[in-house]
C-alpha cells in the first residue's frame, strides 16, 4: 500500500465515487441487492484509500494539479486539515450506506436516491480537497443541486415545500457567493487559496465585502441564523440517512468554507470575528431555544446542529480576537466538528430506527416506545450525554476547549458583551440537556397510555454495526483525548499555529463547569418544559408547541418582502413589455378620433337650377351644410391636386419660380 | 477564374437547392435526404473554406463607393458561420421528424434550405451594404416559416414580425446613409474605420444599434418574438437561437467593433445611455418569463433576457466583456436550440404545452427532460457548465469598468432564471403525474439524437472551453488593444 504513489492516490479518491454512482445506478436497474452490495464496497473501499494516506499525509501535504478542466484546471490539495474533514466524511458515507440499505427497504425510488446520495459523497470531497475558489465553489453548488433530489424523495406536499426552501436558499447563497468571488478575482486577480493569502492585505476595504459576501453564501449552508429557515423544514422531510448526511456533514461544508475564507486567506480581522461573535452566540441561543418547544424528533435535532453551529461560529469568531493566544479556540473548533459529525448521526440513525418501525416522528405518538428495547436506549444515552458534554464522553471535551477559549478572551478584554456571551454560553448548555431530556424521557423513560412499549423491534445488524462503531468512537475520544489533540496539532499548521497545547481535561474545574450547566438543564426541563409544554397527566400526555404561534422569520419577513418586491417589479415591467405596444395603439386612436372629427362648415354655392320648363329659371343662393372630416378633405384635395387644371397651375408656378431664381443668382 | 469566388459557393448552393426543391416533387423519403444532404454538403463546404483558404476577400460586384457587394473571411465569420451550419444540420435532422405533424413539408424546406443560405451571405458580409441587403433577405425567408401554419395568430404574428423588422432595418439603413456621409467607405475593419469625433457619429450609432437591435429583441422592440412562437418549433429554435437573433447581434457587433472601433464608441458617450435598454432587457426577460404558463413563450423571454447579456458584453467595450458576450452567443445557441427542442418533443409526443400539465413527464420521458435539466443548469450559470464560463467574463468585465452594479444585476437575473427553469425539471421528475398511466414514450430517434449531441456539446464546452475561449481571445485582441 505504501508504495502507491500519493499524488495518484488523491485522484482515485476524487473518481471513485462519481463512476461509483453511474455504475451503482446501472446495477441497481439490473438487481438491488448487487447495488447494495456494490455500494458499500465502493465506500469501502474509498475509506481505506483515504486512511492509506494518513502516513503521507503525516510528514507533507500532497497536491495535484489537473490543467485545462473548466478552463483554469482542477487544483487539489490535501493537508492534515483537510484531511480530517475526508476521512470523516468517508467514514460516515460508508457507515451511512450500510445503514441505508435496511432504512430503505419501505422507500420507492431507491435508485434515484442512490445515485444523487453518490454524487452528494463525491462533490462533498471535492469541496474538502479544492484549493482554487472556483473548483470549491463548482463542488459547492453540485453538492447544493444533488442533494436537492434527497430531501424531496417522498414527493409529498411538505417535502416540496421544504425541498423549494432549501433549493431557493442554496441557489441565493450560492450567487452571493459568486459576486464575492467576481469581486476577489477583480482585486486580486487569482484565485489559489494559498496565493491570495499574500496580496489580500494590500486591497483595503474592499476585502470586507468580499468577506461578508463569501461568508454569507457558506453561512446559508452552514444555518447562521437568519439564513437558517431551510434547517428545520429540511431534516424531517428527509429520509433520516439523509438528514444524518445533512446535519453531519453538509453544514460542515459551509463552516469549512468560512473557515477558510476567514483564516487562510488571511480576513482575519476585528470586524470580522465582533460580528461573526454576535451571530454565533444568536444562532447557539436560538437554536437552542427552539429546539425545546419542538415534538417532532427530527426538528429536534435540527435545531440541536444549528445550536451546535453557533458554538464553532462562536470559536472561529474567538480565533480573530485572541490573536496570539488562539490556539485552543482552534482545537476547540475542529475537536467540535470532528464530536458533532459523529454524535449527530448517531442520534439521527437511532431516530430512523424508530421511524423505521412506527412511521412516526412526533413525540405524542411514540412516547414509551423505548422503554424495553436496551440496544436503542443505550446508543441514543451515549449520543445525548456526547452532546450535553457528560464527563467521559467527547462532546465534554470540546465544550471545554470553546469555553475555556471564552474565558481568555474575558481575561483579555473584559467588559460588558463578552459577559454576556458568556452566559449565553452557559444557558446555551443548559438548553441542550434540556431538551434532550425532553426527548429521551419521553420515548424512553415515561409510561404512556399508547400501547406501543409492547411492539417488539429488533435493531438489525445492518444498523446496529454502523451505530455501535460511532458510540465506541464517542467514548474512545472522551477517555483518550490525547489520541486526536495529536492529530489536531498537525492540522493546525496550515494556521500557522505551532505551539501544542497542554490541557488536563479532567481538572476539577472542568468537570463542576459541566455539571453545573448539566444541573442548570435538568432545572430548566423539570420546571419549564414539563410544566408549561407538557399538557395532561399521568398516562395521558401530550406536548404542545406554543412557539408555532410566533414570529416566523421566513413566513412573516422574507416571503412578504420578497412578495411585495416581485408585485412591484412585475408591474414596472409589464409596463416596458407592453410600453410601446400600448404607445403605438394609444396614437393610432388619437389619430383616428382626430381624423374622424367632424367637421361642419358652410359653404356658399351658386347652384342653377334649370329645369325644362322655359319661364321658371332662377339663380338661388343656397347655404348648404357638409358634414365632412379630414380622411376626406385629404381626399378631395389629392383628388383636386390630380386633375389637369391644377397640374398645369403647378407647372406653371414651378417654371415661374425657376426663371426667378435664373435671374437672381 | 479567381479562387476566391469559393466563398460564394456556400450562399449560392442553398439558394440553387431550394430551386430544385420547389420544381420537383419528392415524396417525404427523397425530400428528406435530399434537404439533410445538401445542407450536410454546405457545411462541408464551409469547413473546407475555413481550413485551407484562411482569410480571404471578394468584391461580387462593385458599382461605386457605396454600392459594392464585398464578402470577407475573418475570424468573426468563421465563428458565426461554422455555429450556423452545425446547428442548421441538428435542427434539419429533428424537423424531418417534427415536421410530420405539421404538414406542408415541401415549402417549409424550401425556405429553410434558403434561409440557410442567406444566413451564411449575412456571416461572411464584408461590409455594410452586404449585411443589410442579407439582412433584408432574412426578413423575407424567415417570414414564410413563420407563418406557416396559416392559422389567423399566425398571420397575425407574421404581420407583426415584418412590420418590426421593416422598421428596424430602416432605422439601420439611416444609420448606414449618415455614416456613409462622414467616411466614405463602410467596409469592416478590426478596430474600426473611424477617427475623430463628429456629433453625428452618435446619431449614426444609435440608429444603427436600434435598427439591428430589433432583430436582436432589445427592449422595447421585442414583441415580436413571444409572438413568433406560433411558428412550429424547429422554426422557433432556429429564430431564437441561431439564424434571426443572432444576426441582429452579429450585426451590432460588426458595427461596434468593426466599423466604430471600442474608443470611437466611448467618445460618443452612446453606450451609456443604450445600457439602459439593455439592462431593462436582462432584467424584464427573466421577469416577465415567471409570469408565462405556455413553455414556448417562457423560453421566448427567456431568450430576451439572454440576448441582453450579450449586448450588454458588446456594449462594456473592454476584452474581458467581449469574450463573456461572443462565448454566450455560442453558449445561448447551443442552450436554447436544445430546450427548445426537448419542449417541441414534449409537444410532439404528449401534445402537452403548459406548464401545469407536464407533471410527472420525466419518467416517460427521461433522455429529453434530462438533457433540458442539463442545459437548464448551464443556463443558470452553474458551475461546471459553459454558462458559468459566459457569465464570469461578462462579470469581470463589468467590473473592470468600475461597474459594481452589472455583475449583481447578472446574478439577479441568473436566480430568476432559476426560478423560472427548475420549476419544469421539477415537475417533470419529482411530482406524481395527474392520474395517467406511465407508458415509457421517449421522443423518436431523429428528435432524441440531435438533443442528445447538442447536450453533449454544452458538456464538452463547460469542461474544456480553452479551445473556443482562445479563438474568442484572439478575436478580442484583434480588436481591441
Same mark, same amino acid.
Given at each position: 500500500?505504501?508504495?502507491?504513489?500519493?499524488? =495518484?492516490?488523491?485522484?482515485?479518491?476524487?473518481?471513485?465515487?462519481?463512476?461509483?454512482?453511474?455504475?451503482?445506478?446501472?446495477?441497481?436497474?439490473?438487481?438491488?441487492?448487487?447495488?447494495? *452490495?456494490?455500494?458499500?464496497?465502493?465506500?469501502?473501499?474509498?475509506?481505506?484509500?483515504?486512511?492509506?494516506?494518513?502516513?503521507?499525509?503525516?510528514?507533507?501535504?500532497?497536491? @495535484?494539479?489537473?490543467?485545462?478542466?473548466?478552463?483554469?484546471?482542477?487544483?487539489?490539495?490535501?493537508?492534515?486539515?483537510?484531511?480530517?474533514?475526508?476521512?470523516?466524511?468517508?467514514?460516515?458515507?460508508?457507515?451511512?450506506?450500510?445503514?441505508?440499505?435496511?432504512?430503505?427497504?419501505?422507500?420507492?425510488?431507491?435508485?434515484?436516491?442512490?445515485?444523487?446520495?453518490?454524487?452528494?459523497?463525491?462533490?462533498?470531497?471535492?469541496?474538502?480537497?479544492?484549493?482554487?475558489?472556483?473548483?470549491?465553489?463548482?463542488?459547492?453548488?453540485?453538492?447544493?443541486?444533488?442533494?436537492?433530489?434527497?430531501?424531496?424523495?417522498?414527493?409529498?406536499?411538505?417535502?416540496?415545500?421544504?425541498?423549494?426552501?432549501?433549493?431557493?436558499?442554496?441557489?441565493?447563497?450560492?450567487?452571493?457567493?459568486?459576486?464575492?468571488?467576481?469581486?476577489?478575482?477583480?482585486?486580486?486577480?487569482?484565485?489559489?487559496?494559498?496565493?491570495?493569502?499574500?496580496?489580500?492585505?494590500?486591497?483595503?476595504?474592499?476585502?470586507?465585502?468580499?468577506?461578508?459576501?463569501?461568508?454569507?453564501?457558506?453561512?446559508?449552508?452552514?444555518?447562521?441564523?437568519?439564513?437558517?429557515?431551510?434547517?428545520?423544514?429540511?431534516?424531517?422531510?428527509?429520509?433520516?440517512?439523509?438528514?444524518?448526511?445533512?446535519?453531519?456533514?453538509?453544514?460542515?461544508?459551509?463552516?469549512?468554507?468560512?473557515?477558510?475564507?476567514?483564516?487562510?486567506?488571511?480576513?482575519?480581522?476585528?470586524?470580522?470575528?465582533?460580528?461573526?461573535?454576535?451571530?454565533?452566540?444568536?444562532?447557539?441561543?436560538?437554536?437552542?431555544?427552539?429546539?425545546?418547544?419542538?415534538?417532532?424528533?427530527?426538528?429536534?435535532?435540527?435545531?440541536?446542529?444549528?445550536?451546535?453551529?453557533?458554538?464553532?461560529?462562536?470559536?472561529?469568531?474567538?480565533?480573530? @480576537?485572541? &490573536?496570539?493566544?488562539?490556539?485552543?479556540?482552534?482545537?476547540?473548533?475542529?475537536?467540535?466538528?470532528?464530536?458533532?459529525?459523529?454524535?449527530?448521526?448517531?442520534?439521527?440513525?437511532?431516530?430512523?430506527?424508530?421511524?423505521?418501525?412506527?412511521?412516526?416522528?412526533?413525540?405524542?405518538?411514540?412516547?414509551?416506545?423505548?422503554?424495553?428495547?436496551?440496544?436503542?436506549?443505550?446508543?441514543?444515552?451515549?449520543?445525548?450525554?456526547?452532546?450535553?458534554?457528560?464527563?467521559?464522553?467527547?462532546?465534554?471535551?470540546?465544550?471545554?476547549?470553546?469555553?475555556?477559549?471564552?474565558?481568555?478572551?474575558?481575561?483579555?478584554?473584559?467588559?460588558?458583551?463578552?459577559?454576556?456571551?458568556?452566559?449565553?454560553?452557559?444557558?446555551?448548555?443548559?438548553?441542550?440537556?434540556?431538551?434532550?431530556?425532553?426527548?429521551?424521557?419521553?420515548?424512553?423513560?415515561?409510561?404512556?397510555? &399508547?400501547?406501543?412499549?409492547?411492539?417488539?423491534?429488533?435493531?438489525?445488524?445492518?444498523?446496529?454495526?454502523?451505530?455501535?462503531?460511532?458510540?465506541?468512537?464517542?467514548?474512545?475520544?472522551?477517555?483518550?483525548?490525547?489520541?486526536?489533540?495529536?492529530?489536531?496539532?498537525?492540522?493546525?499548521?496550515?494556521?500557522?499555529?505551532?505551539?501544542?497545547?497542554?490541557?488536563?481535561?479532567?481538572?476539577?474545574?472542568?468537570?463542576?463547569?459541566?455539571?453545573?450547566?448539566?444541573?442548570?438543564?435538568?432545572?430548566?426541563?423539570?420546571?419549564?418544559?414539563?410544566?408549561?409544554?407538557?399538557?395532561?397527566?399521568?398516562?395521558?400526555?401530550?406536548?404542545?408547541?406554543?412557539?408555532?404561534?410566533?414570529?416566523?422569520?421566513?413566513?412573516?419577513?422574507?416571503?412578504?418582502?420578497?412578495?411585495?418586491?416581485?408585485?412591484?417589479?412585475?408591474? *414596472?415591467? =409589464?409596463?416596458?413589455?407592453?410600453?410601446?405596444?400600448?404607445?403605438?395603439?394609444?396614437?393610432?386612436?388619437?389619430?383616428?378620433?382626430?381624423?374622424?372629427?367632424?367637421?361642419?362648415?358652410?359653404?356658399?354655392?351658386?347652384?342653377?337650377?334649370?329645369?325644362? *320648363?322655359?319661364?321658371?329659371?332662377?339663380?338661388?343662393?343656397?347655404?348648404?351644410?357638409?358634414?365632412?372630416?379630414?380622411? &376626406?378633405?385629404?381626399?378631395?384635395?389629392?383628388?383636386?391636386?390630380?386633375? *389637369?387644371?391644377?397640374?398645369?397651375?403647378?407647372?406653371?408656378?414651378?417654371?415661374?419660380?425657376?426663371?426667378?431664381?435664373?435671374?437672381?443668382? | 477564374?479567381?479562387?476566391?469566388?469559393?466563398?460564394?459557393?456556400?450562399?449560392?448552393?442553398?439558394?440553387?437547392?431550394?430551386?430544385?426543391?420547389?420544381?420537383?416533387?419528392?415524396?417525404?423519403?427523397?425530400?428528406? +435526404?435530399?434537404?439533410?444532404?445538401? +445542407?450536410?454538403?454546405?457545411?462541408?463546404?464551409?469547413?473546407?473554406?475555413?481550413?485551407?483558404?484562411?482569410?480571404?476577400?471578394?468584391?461580387?460586384?462593385?458599382?461605386?463607393?457605396?454600392?459594392? +457587394?464585398?464578402?470577407?473571411?475573418?475570424?468573426?465569420?468563421?465563428?458565426?458561420?461554422?455555429?450556423?451550419?452545425?446547428?442548421?444540420?441538428?435542427?434539419?435532422?429533428?424537423?424531418?421528424?417534427?415536421?410530420?405533424?405539421?404538414?406542408?413539408?415541401?415549402?417549409?424546406?424550401?425556405?429553410?434550405?434558403?434561409?440557410?443560405?442567406?444566413?451564411?451571405?449575412?456571416?461572411?458580409?464584408?461590409?455594410?451594404?452586404?449585411?443589410?441587403?442579407?439582412?433584408?433577405?432574412?426578413?423575407?425567408?424567415?417570414?414564410?416559416?413563420?407563418?406557416?401554419?396559416?392559422?389567423?395568430?399566425?398571420?397575425?404574428?407574421?404581420?407583426?414580425?415584418?412590420?418590426?423588422?421593416?422598421?428596424?432595418?430602416?432605422?439601420?439603413?439611416?444609420?448606414?446613409?449618415?455614416?456613409?456621409?462622414?467616411?466614405?467607405?463602410?467596409?469592416?475593419?478590426?478596430?474600426?474605420?473611424?477617427?475623430?469625433?463628429?456629433?453625428?457619429?452618435?446619431?449614426?450609432?444609435?440608429?444603427?444599434?436600434?435598427?439591428?437591435?430589433?432583430?436582436?429583441?432589445?427592449? !422595447?422592440?421585442?414583441?415580436?418574438?413571444?409572438?413568433?412562437?406560433?411558428?412550429?418549433?424547429?422554426?422557433?429554435?432556429?429564430?431564437?437561437?441561431?439564424?434571426?437573433?443572432?444576426?441582429?447581434?452579429?450585426?451590432?457587433?460588426?458595427?461596434?467593433?468593426?466599423?466604430?472601433?471600442?474608443?470611437?464608441?466611448?467618445?460618443?458617450?452612446?453606450?451609456?445611455?443604450?445600457?439602459?435598454?439593455?439592462?431593462?432587457?436582462?432584467?424584464?426577460?427573466?421577469?416577465?418569463?415567471?409570469?408565462?404558463?405556455?413553455?414556448?413563450?417562457?423560453?421566448?423571454?427567456?431568450?430576451?433576457?439572454?440576448?441582453?447579456?450579450?449586448?450588454? %458584453?458588446?456594449?462594456?467595450?473592454?476584452?474581458?466583456?467581449?469574450?463573456?458576450?461572443?462565448?454566450?452567443?455560442?453558449?445561448?445557441?447551443?442552450?436554447?436550440?436544445?430546450?427548445?427542442?426537448?419542449?417541441?418533443?414534449?409537444?410532439?409526443?404528449?401534445?402537452?404545452?403548459?406548464?401545469?400539465?407536464?407533471?410527472?413527464? %420525466?419518467?416517460?420521458?427521461?433522455?429529453?427532460?434530462?438533457?433540458?435539466?442539463?442545459?437548464?443548469?448551464?443556463? +443558470? %450559470?452553474? !458551475?461546471?457548465?459553459?454558462?458559468?464560463?459566459?457569465?464570469?467574463?461578462?462579470?469581470?468585465?463589468?467590473?473592470?469598468?468600475?461597474?459594481?452594479?452589472?455583475?449583481?444585476?447578472?446574478?439577479?437575473?441568473?436566480?430568476?432564471?432559476?426560478?423560472?427553469?427548475?420549476?419544469?425539471?421539477?415537475?417533470?421528475?419529482?411530482?406524481?403525474?395527474?392520474?395517467?398511466?406511465?407508458?415509457?414514450?421517449?421522443? !423518436?430517434?431523429?428528435?432524441?439524437?440531435?438533443?442528445?449531441?447538442?447536450?453533449?456539446?454544452?458538456?464538452?464546452?463547460?469542461?474544456?472551453?480553452?479551445?473556443?475561449?482562445?479563438?474568442?481571445?484572439?478575436?478580442?485582441?484583434?480588436?481591441?488593444?
Amino acid at each position: 500500500m505504501n508504495n502507491l504513489n500519493p499524488h =495518484k492516490v488523491l485522484l482515485y479518491i476524487i473518481i471513485i465515487p462519481l463512476i461509483g454512482s453511474g455504475i451503482s445506478y446501472f446495477v441497481g436497474k439490473k438487481g438491488e441487492r448487487l447495488r447494495d *452490495i456494490f455500494n458499500i464496497i465502493m465506500t469501502g473501499a474509498n475509506l481505506l484509500l483515504i486512511t492509506s494516506l494518513y502516513t503521507s499525509i503525516i510528514n507533507e501535504k500532497v497536491e @495535484v494539479f489537473i490543467p485545462n478542466i473548466m478552463g483554469i484546471g482542477l487544483y487539489l490539495k490535501l493537508d492534515m486539515f483537510r484531511y480530517i474533514f475526508v476521512w470523516l466524511t468517508a467514514l460516515i458515507w460508508f457507515l451511512i450506506t450500510i445503514y441505508s440499505t435496511q432504512y430503505l427497504l419501505s422507500y420507492k425510488n431507491r435508485n434515484r436516491y442512490y445515485l444523487f446520495f453518490m454524487i452528494t459523497y463525491w462533490s462533498t470531497l471535492g469541496i474538502f480537497l479544492s484549493n482554487n475558489f472556483i473548483n470549491l465553489f463548482t463542488f459547492f453548488e453540485i453538492m447544493s443541486l444533488s442533494s436537492y433530489p434527497l430531501i424531496i424523495h417522498d414527493e409529498d406536499k411538505y417535502s416540496h415545500e421544504a425541498g423549494r426552501t432549501y433549493l431557493i436558499m442554496a441557489v441565493s447563497g450560492g450567487l452571493v457567493l459568486l459576486m464575492g468571488l467576481f469581486l476577489l478575482y477583480d482585486y486580486t486577480q487569482t484565485l489559489d487559496i494559498d496565493k491570495i493569502k499574500i496580496v489580500i492585505q494590500d486591497i483595503g476595504n474592499i476585502k470586507y465585502v468580499i468577506a461578508w459576501l463569501i461568508t454569507f453564501g457558506f453561512g446559508v449552508k452552514a444555518g447562521i441564523f437568519p439564513l437558517h429557515i431551510w434547517l428545520p423544514k429540511a431534516h424531517p422531510a428527509a429520509p433520516a440517512p439523509a438528514s444524518a448526511i445533512l446535519s453531519g456533514i453538509l453544514l460542515k461544508t459551509g463552516i469549512f468554507g468560512i473557515l477558510i475564507t476567514v483564516e487562510i486567506m488571511g480576513l482575519n480581522d476585528i470586524y470580522i470575528s465582533v460580528v461573526l461573535l454576535v451571530l454565533g452566540f444568536i444562532t447557539m441561543f436560538m437554536g437552542g431555544f427552539l429546539a425545546m418547544y419542538q415534538r417532532n424528533i427530527k426538528r429536534i435535532l435540527a435545531y440541536s446542529s444549528m445550536s451546535q453551529m453557533g458554538y464553532i461560529i462562536v470559536g472561529i469568531g474567538l480565533m480573530g @480576537v485572541l &490573536h496570539e493566544h488562539n490556539a485552543i479556540a482552534l482545537y476547540g473548533i475542529i475537536y467540535h466538528i470532528i464530536n458533532h459529525m459523529i454524535f449527530k448521526v448517531l442520534l439521527f440513525m437511532s431516530a430512523g430506527v424508530i421511524y423505521m418501525k412506527l412511521h412516526e416522528l412526533s413525540i405524542n405518538g411514540i412516547g414509551g416506545f423505548g422503554r424495553n428495547k436496551r440496544v436503542l436506549k443505550i446508543c441514543f444515552f451515549i449520543g445525548s450525554c456526547a452532546i450535553m458534554g457528560v464527563p467521559g464522553f467527547n462532546g465534554f471535551i470540546s465544550k471545554n476547549l470553546l469555553h475555556h477559549a471564552l474565558t481568555e478572551a474575558l481575561h483579555l478584554y473584559g467588559g460588558f458583551w463578552l459577559n454576556i456571551g458568556e452566559l449565553i454560553f452557559v444557558i446555551s448548555s443548559a438548553f441542550t440537556t434540556a431538551y434532550l431530556l425532553k426527548l429521551f424521557i419521553a420515548v424512553f423513560v415515561e409510561e404512556s397510555d &399508547h400501547d406501543i412499549a409492547n411492539i417488539k423491534m429488533k435493531v438489525t445488524g445492518r444498523a446496529l454495526v454502523p451505530m455501535s462503531i460511532l458510540a465506541v468512537m464517542i467514548i474512545f475520544i472522551g477517555v483518550y483525548p490525547e489520541f486526536i489533540m495529536n492529530i489536531i496539532d498537525k492540522a493546525a499548521e496550515t494556521f500557522n499555529i505551532h505551539d501544542t497545547l497542554d490541557m488536563n481535561f479532567y481538572s476539577f474545574e472542568n468537570i463542576k463547569s459541566s455539571f453545573v450547566s448539566i444541573l442548570l438543564g435538568t432545572l430548566i426541563y423539570v420546571f419549564f418544559i414539563r410544566k408549561v409544554l407538557r399538557k395532561g397527566s399521568g398516562e395521558n400526555w401530550w406536548y404542545e408547541n406554543t412557539a408555532l404561534n410566533w414570529f416566523s422569520l421566513e413566513n412573516n419577513l422574507y416571503i412578504p418582502l420578497f412578495t411585495v418586491m416581485f408585485k412591484i417589479s412585475s408591474f *414596472i415591467l =409589464k409596463f416596458c413589455d407592453e410600453g410601446l405596444l400600448n404607445l403605438i395603439v394609444f396614437i393610432n386612436n388619437g389619430m383616428n378620433s382626430l381624423f374622424k372629427m367632424p367637421l361642419k362648415y358652410k359653404k356658399k354655392s351658386k347652384d342653377m337650377i334649370s329645369k325644362k *320648363i322655359d319661364e321658371i329659371s332662377h339663380i338661388n343662393d343656397f347655404t348648404t351644410e357638409f358634414t365632412t372630416d379630414m380622411t &376626406h378633405e385629404a381626399k378631395k384635395a389629392r383628388y383636386k391636386m390630380n386633375s *389637369i387644371t391644377y397640374s398645369i397651375y403647378i407647372f406653371g408656378v414651378v417654371l415661374v419660380i425657376c426663371l426667378a431664381v435664373l435671374l437672381y443668382s | 477564374m479567381n479562387l476566391n469566388n469559393i466563398i460564394l459557393l456556400p450562399i449560392v448552393f442553398p439558394f440553387l437547392a431550394a430551386i430544385i426543391m420547389s420544381a420537383c416533387n419528392f415524396n417525404e423519403k427523397r425530400r428528406n +435526404i435530399f434537404a439533410g444532404s445538401v +445542407i450536410l454538403i454546405n457545411l462541408i463546404f464551409v469547413i473546407y473554406i475555413v481550413k485551407s483558404f484562411g482569410e480571404i476577400s471578394l468584391h461580387f460586384i462593385k458599382i461605386n463607393e457605396f454600392l459594392d +457587394i464585398y464578402f470577407k473571411v475573418d475570424k468573426l465569420s468563421i465563428f458565426f458561420s461554422l455555429l450556423a451550419s452545425v446547428l442548421w444540420s441538428f435542427t434539419s435532422i429533428y424537423s424531418m421528424e417534427y415536421m410530420k405533424h405539421e404538414k406542408k413539408e415541401k415549402r417549409f424546406f424550401t425556405y429553410f434550405i434558403t434561409t440557410l443560405g442567406v444566413t451564411l451571405g449575412i456571416a461572411f458580409a464584408g461590409n455594410l451594404l452586404t449585411l443589410y441587403l442579407f439582412y433584408e433577405l432574412l426578413t423575407l425567408t424567415t417570414f414564410p416559416l413563420v407563418i406557416h401554419s396559416e392559422s389567423k395568430e399566425a398571420l397575425k404574428s407574421g404581420k407583426k414580425y415584418l412590420i418590426y423588422s421593416f422598421a428596424g432595418a430602416t432605422v439601420a439603413l439611416m444609420g448606414m446613409l449618415i455614416l456613409f456621409s462622414i467616411t466614405n467607405d463602410l467596409t469592416f475593419v478590426p478596430g474600426g474605420i473611424l477617427k475623430g469625433n463628429k456629433q453625428l457619429y452618435f446619431v449614426a450609432y444609435v440608429s444603427m444599434f436600434i435598427g439591428f437591435g430589433v432583430k436582436a429583441a432589445l427592449v !422595447p422592440f421585442h414583441s415580436w418574438l413571444p409572438e413568433a412562437m406560433v411558428a412550429p418549433t424547429p422554426v422557433s429554435s432556429l429564430l431564437h437561437a441561431v439564424a434571426v437573433v443572432k444576426s441582429g447581434i452579429y450585426a451590432i457587433t460588426r458595427v461596434t467593433y468593426y466599423i466604430f472601433g471600442a474608443d470611437a464608441v466611448r467618445t460618443t458617450g452612446a453606450n451609456k445611455y443604450l445600457i439602459i435598454l439593455v439592462i431593462i432587457s436582462i432584467l424584464m426577460g427573466s421577469f416577465l418569463a415567471l409570469h408565462q404558463e405556455n413553455l414556448k413563450k417562457r423560453l421566448a423571454y427567456s431568450t430576451i433576457s439572454q440576448l441582453g447579456y450579450i449586448l450588454l %458584453g458588446i456594449l462594456l467595450l473592454n476584452k474581458n466583456a467581449f469574450t463573456g458576450a461572443m462565448m454566450h452567443l455560442l453558449n445561448h445557441a447551443v442552450i436554447k436550440i436544445t430546450l427548445f427542442f426537448c419542449v417541441g418533443a414534449i409537444m410532439y409526443t404528449t401534445g402537452k404545452t403548459k406548464m401545469s400539465e407536464i407533471n410527472g413527464i %420525466g419518467k416517460s420521458m427521461p433522455i429529453t427532460m434530462w438533457c433540458f435539466t442539463v442545459s437548464a443548469i448551464s443556463l +443558470i %450559470g452553474i !458551475p461546471p457548465t459553459n454558462g458559468f464560463i459566459s457569465k464570469w467574463f461578462l462579470a469581470e468585465g463589468a467590473l473592470l469598468e468600475g461597474k459594481v452594479a452589472f455583475p449583481a444585476i447578472l446574478l439577479v437575473s441568473a436566480l430568476l432564471t432559476a426560478l423560472y427553469l427548475l420549476p419544469i425539471s421539477i415537475a417533470a421528475f419529482f411530482t406524481k403525474e395527474n392520474n395517467e398511466a406511465i407508458i415509457k414514450k421517449d421522443a !423518436p430517434l431523429k428528435m432524441l439524437i440531435p438533443i442528445i449531441c447538442i447536450t453533449i456539446i454544452t458538456i464538452l464546452l463547460g469542461l474544456f472551453p480553452n479551445f473556443v475561449l482562445d479563438f474568442i481571445r484572439d478575436m478580442a485582441s484583434e480588436v481591441m488593444n
